[in-house]
C-alpha cells in the first residue's frame, strides 16, 4: 500500500541521518513535513529571542532543503493533540514518523498522539537518532540504572561498541516520486514565522553569530574537521571560558536542535583520529560527546531530575530565596566584572564557554548567592540557544555539588577564575565597555581601585557600576560549611533509610 504520510519534526531539524524521515520515504505517495509550534514548548517565558532567531533559521534552512526535494514544509500552529487528529482527516493520513525525544514532555505529547493516530488508524513510527544510543539499552545494561558515573558509562558504551553509523541524507531518488501537495496559500497557512508573529521584537537582536539551520551546522562542522591537530589535541580543561571568539566548536546549539546529528558529530571525529594521535574521553570531543550521552542517560533513567525534590540522586539543599540577588545575577549586576560580562555575553549572544558556565553557576549556588540551581537552569534554559533539559538539569546539579560531583569545598573564584586565562581582562572590556578604562590591575575588582584611578576610567564603583554583591572570601566559607551540613543530613538520612530499608538506599547511590 502506498502512504501518505507526515514527517513530524520537533528536534531533529535536519535531513542528514534522519531514520524516521528515511521511514518516512519508503512506500510514500504523498509526504507532508511539518513542524508544530506547540505553545508549550514555544512560549516566551522558556524560549529567549536569540533562540527564536535560531530555530526561524533553523526552519528556514529545512524548508530550503526539502524544497530541492520538490517537498516543503508545513508549519502548523496549536496543541499537537488539537492539531493532528485534524490533519489526519484532512490529508487522509496513513503513516506518522518522527525521532524518539527522551524528556518527559515529549513523552508524554508522543504518547497521546500516537493514541489518537491509532484512533484514526494511523500506523505510527519513531526511530532514535537525537543520542548516539538507545539511552535505555544503557540503563538495560547497568542493571536497569543510569550510571551514575563517567566511568561507569565509559564501560558500559564499550559493551555497546561504536555508536551507529549516520544514514545519509534522502535523495531525489530516495522521493521514489513522493508529492507534496502544496496550496497556493501554503505561506499564509503553513509559513515559517516572523519574529514578529512570535512577538519578538527584532530591533532589539544584535548581530547573528550562531546562524540556525542544517547546512550552517553542516558547514561549521566541516571547518572544524579541517583544522586536524586542534581537533586531536583537544582537551575540555585547556580551552578558555573568556577568550574572544570562541574556544570551543560551538556546536551544541546545532546539536541541541539536531540540525547536526551527534552520531555524524561523533564519525567525523573518529575519521580524523584514524591512525593519529589523539586525547581521549572525558577530555576529547569524543568525551565531550559521552558527557552529552551521560546526562541524556542520567535524564531518563532517573525521576525528576529537572528539581531538587523529589529527584533522588539530587543532596537536599536549604537554597535561600532571594530575589534581588538572583535578578541581579540574571541581570549582569553582581558587581564582579568577570561574572557580569559571561552574563552579558549569554544575554547578548546565546553561547557561553562551559567554563564560563561553571564560574556564574558555582557564583549563584553553592559559591556565593546560595540560590537554588532550578532557579539557575531556568535562566539557561531562556538565554542559551543550545537550551538543552537534560544537559541543563544535568550539569547545573553537577555544578551545585548537588549531584555527580561532590566536592563542593572547591570553589571557584569570580575573581581569580578568569585571570588564569586572560590577565588583562579583554574579554571583560569587550562585554563590560563601561570597564574598559580600568588598568588590568583593577578590572577584575574595580571597587579596589583608589578614586582616582575609578574617576581616570570614568567609572565610579557604586555609582556607575556596583559594588560587589557579597565578600566572596567570607561568604564562601560560609557556604561550604552549609553544604558539609547538607551532605551530612544526606548520609545521615541514607543511613536511616539503610536501616529501614537496605533497597531504597541502593537506589539512591
Ligand atoms: P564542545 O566542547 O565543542 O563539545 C562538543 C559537544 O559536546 C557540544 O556541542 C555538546 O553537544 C557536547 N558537550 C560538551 N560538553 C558537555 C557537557 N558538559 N555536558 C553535555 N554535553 C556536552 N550544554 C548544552 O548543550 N545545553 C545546555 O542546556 C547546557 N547547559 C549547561 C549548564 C551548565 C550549568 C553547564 C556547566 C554546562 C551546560 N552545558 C549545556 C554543557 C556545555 O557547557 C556545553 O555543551 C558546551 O559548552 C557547548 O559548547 P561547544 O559546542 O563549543 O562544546
Same mark, same amino acid.
Given at each position: 500500500?502506498?502512504?501518505?504520510?507526515?514527517?513530524?519534526?520537533?528536534?531533529?531539524?535536519?535531513?542528514?541521518?534522519?531514520?524516521?524521515?528515511?521511514?518516512?520515504?519508503?512506500?510514500?505517495?504523498?509526504?507532508?513535513?511539518?513542524?508544530?509550534?506547540?505553545?508549550?514548548?514555544?512560549?516566551?517565558?522558556?524560549?529567549?529571542?536569540?533562540?527564536?532567531?535560531?530555530?526561524?533559521?533553523?526552519?528556514?534552512?529545512?524548508?530550503?532543503?526539502?524544497?530541492?526535494?520538490?517537498?516543503? /514544509?508545513?508549519?502548523?500552529?496549536?496543541?499537537?493533540?488539537?492539531?493532528?487528529?485534524?490533519?489526519?482527516?484532512?490529508?487522509?493520513?496513513?503513516?506518522?514518523?518522527?525521532?524518539?525525544?527522551?524528556? #518527559?514532555?515529549? /513523552?508524554?505529547?508522543?504518547?497521546?498522539?500516537?493514541?489518537?493516530?491509532?484512533?484514526?488508524?494511523?500506523?505510527?513510527?519513531?526511530? +532514535?537518532?537525537?543520542?548516539?544510543?538507545?539511552?535505555?539499552?544503557?540503563?538495560?545494561?547497568?542493571?536497569?540504572?543510569?550510571?551514575?558515573?563517567?566511568?561507569?558509562?565509559?564501560?558500559?558504551?564499550?559493551?555497546?561498541?561504536?555508536?551507529?553509523?549516520?544514514?545519509?541524507?534522502?535523495?531525489?531518488?530516495?522521493?521514489?516520486?513522493?508529492?507534496?501537495?502544496?496550496?497556493?496559500?501554503?505561506?499564509?497557512?503553513?509559513?515559517?514565522?516572523?519574529?514578529?508573529?512570535?512577538? =519578538?521584537?527584532?530591533?532589539?537582536?544584535?548581530?547573528? =553569530?550562531?546562524? *540556525?539551520?542544517?547546512?550552517?551546522?553542516?558547514?561549521?562542522?566541516?571547518?572544524?574537521?579541517?583544522?586536524?591537530?586542534?581537533?586531536?589535541?583537544?582537551?575540555?580543561?585547556?580551552?578558555?571560558?573568556?577568550?574572544?571568539?570562541?574556544?570551543?566548536?560551538?556546536?551544541?546549539?546545532?546539536?541541541?536542535?539536531?540540525?547536526?546529528?551527534?552520531?555524524?558529530?561523533?564519525?567525523?571525529?573518529?575519521?580524523?583520529?584514524?591512525?593519529?594521535?589523539?586525547?581521549?574521553?572525558?577530555?576529547?570531543?569524543?568525551?565531550?560527546?559521552?558527557?552529552?550521552?551521560?546526562?541524556?542517560?542520567?535524564?531518563?533513567?532517573?525521576?525528576?531530575?529537572?528539581?531538587?525534590?523529589?529527584?533522588?540522586?539530587?543532596?537536599?539543599?536549604?537554597?535561600?530565596?532571594?530575589?534581588?540577588?538572583?535578578?541581579?545575577?540574571?541581570?549582569?549586576?553582581?558587581?564582579?566584572?568577570?561574572?557580569?560580562?559571561?552574563?552579558?555575553?549569554?544575554?547578548?549572544?546565546?553561547?557561553?564557554?562551559?567554563?564560563?558556565?561553571?564560574?556564574?553557576?558555582?557564583?549563584?549556588?553553592?559559591?556565593? /548567592?546560595?540560590?537554588?540551581?532550578?532557579?539557575?537552569?531556568?535562566?539557561?534554559?531562556?538565554?542559551?540557544?543550545?537550551?538543552?533539559?537534560?544537559?541543563?538539569?544535568?550539569?547545573?546539579?553537577?555544578?551545585?555539588?548537588?549531584?555527580?560531583?561532590?566536592?563542593?569545598?572547591?570553589?571557584?573564584?569570580?575573581?581569580?577564575? *578568569?585571570?588564569?586565562?586572560?590577565?588583562?581582562?579583554?574579554? +571583560?572590556?569587550?562585554?563590560?565597555?563601561?570597564?574598559?578604562?580600568?588598568?588590568?590591575?583593577? +578590572?577584575?575588582?574595580?571597587?579596589?581601585?583608589?578614586?582616582?584611578?575609578?574617576?581616570?576610567?570614568?567609572?565610579?564603583?557604586?555609582?556607575?557600576?556596583?559594588?560587589?554583591?557579597?565578600?566572596?572570601?567570607?561568604?564562601?566559607?560560609?557556604?561550604?560549611?552549609?553544604?558539609?551540613?547538607?551532605?551530612?543530613?544526606?548520609?545521615?538520612?541514607?543511613?536511616?533509610?539503610?536501616?529501614?530499608? #537496605?533497597?531504597?538506599?541502593?537506589?539512591?547511590?
Amino acid at each position: 500500500m502506498a502512504h501518505t504520510c507526515v514527517h513530524w519534526f520537533r528536534k531533529g531539524l535536519r535531513l542528514h541521518d534522519n531514520p524516521a524521515l528515511m521511514a518516512a520515504l519508503r512506500d510514500c505517495k504523498e509526504l507532508y513535513p511539518v513542524f508544530i509550534l506547540d505553545p508549550h514548548l514555544h512560549n516566551n517565558t522558556c524560549v529567549g529571542i536569540n533562540r527564536w532567531r535560531f530555530l526561524v533559521g533553523a526552519l528556514k534552512d529545512l524548508d530550503c532543503s526539502l524544497r530541492g526535494l520538490n517537498s516543503r /514544509l508545513f508549519v502548523v500552529r496549536g496543541k499537537p493533540e488539537e492539531v493532528f487528529p485534524e490533519l489526519f482527516d484532512r490529508w487522509k493520513v496513513t503513516k506518522l514518523t518522527y525521532e524518539y525525544d527522551t524528556e #518527559p514532555y515529549s /513523552l508524554s505529547r508522543d504518547k497521546t498522539v500516537a493514541t489518537l493516530a491509532k484512533e484514526h488508524g494511523v500506523e505510527v513510527i519513531y526511530k +532514535i537518532s537525537h543520542t548516539l544510543y538507545d539511552t535505555e539499552r544503557i540503563i538495560e545494561e547497568n542493571s536497569g540504572k543510569a550510571p551514575l558515573t563517567y566511568n561507569r558509562m565509559q564501560v558500559i558504551v564499550k559493551t555497546l561498541g561504536p555508536p551507529k553509523r549516520p544514514v545519509p541524507a534522502p535523495t531525489i531518488e530516495d522521493m521514489q516520486g513522493a508529492m507534496t501537495p502544496c496550496s497556493e496559500n501554503h505561506e499564509k497557512k503553513y509559513g515559517i514565522p516572523t519574529l514578529e508573529e512570535l512577538g =519578538q521584537d527584532a530591533a532589539a537582536l544584535g548581530e547573528e =553569530q550562531f546562524p *540556525g539551520g542544517e547546512q550552517e551546522a553542516l558547514r561549521r562542522l566541516d571547518k572544524h574537521m579541517k583544522r586536524t591537530g586542534w581537533v586531536c589535541s583537544f582537551e575540555k580543561p585547556q580551552t578558555s571560558p573568556n577568550s574572544l571568539s570562541p574556544s570551543t566548536t560551538v556546536l551544541s546549539p546545532y546539536v541541541t536542535f539536531g540540525c547536526l546529528s551527534a552520531r555524524t558529530f561523533w564519525w567525523r571525529l573518529a575519521e580524523v583520529y584514524q591512525g593519529k594521535k589523539h586525547s581521549s574521553p572525558p577530555v576529547s570531543l569524543h568525551g565531550q560527546l559521552l558527557w552529552r550521552e551521560f546526562f541524556y542517560t542520567a535524564s531518563v533513567g532517573i525521576s525528576n531530575f529537572n528539581k531538587m525534590e523529589g529527584n533522588p540522586v539530587c543532596t537536599q539543599v536549604d537554597w535561600d530565596t532571594n530575589p534581588e540577588y538572583l535578578a541581579a545575577w540574571r541581570e549582569a549586576r553582581t558587581g564582579f566584572p568577570f561574572i557580569d560580562a559571561i552574563m552579558t555575553q549569554l544575554r547578548q549572544e546565546g553561547w557561553i564557554h562551559h567554563l564560563a558556565r561553571h564560574a556564574v553557576a558555582c557564583f549563584l549556588t553553592r559559591g556565593d /548567592l546560595w540560590i537554588s540551581w532550578e532557579e539557575g537552569q531556568k535562566v539557561f534554559e531562556e538565554l542559551l540557544l543550545d537550551g538543552d533539559w537534560a544537559l541543563n538539569a544535568g550539569n547545573w546539579q553537577w555544578l551545585s555539588a548537588s549531584a555527580f560531583f561532590h566536592q563542593y569545598f572547591r570553589v571557584y573564584s569570580p575573581v581569580a577564575f *578568569g585571570k588564569k586565562t586572560d590577565k588583562n581582562g579583554d574579554y +571583560i572590556k569587550k562585554y563590560l565597555p563601561l570597564l574598559k578604562k580600568f588598568p588590568a590591575e583593577y +578590572i577584575y575588582e574595580p571597587w579596589k581601585a583608589p578614586r582616582s584611578v575609578q574617576q581616570a576610567a570614568g567609572c565610579i564603583v557604586g555609582k556607575d557600576y556596583p559594588q560587589p554583591i557579597a565578600k566572596h572570601e567570607v561568604i564562601s566559607k560560609k557556604n561550604i560549611q552549609r553544604m558539609k551540613l547538607a551532605y551530612a543530613k544526606r548520609s545521615g538520612d541514607s543511613a536511616e533509610s539503610a536501616n529501614k530499608s #537496605p533497597v531504597k538506599r541502593q537506589a539512591v547511590f
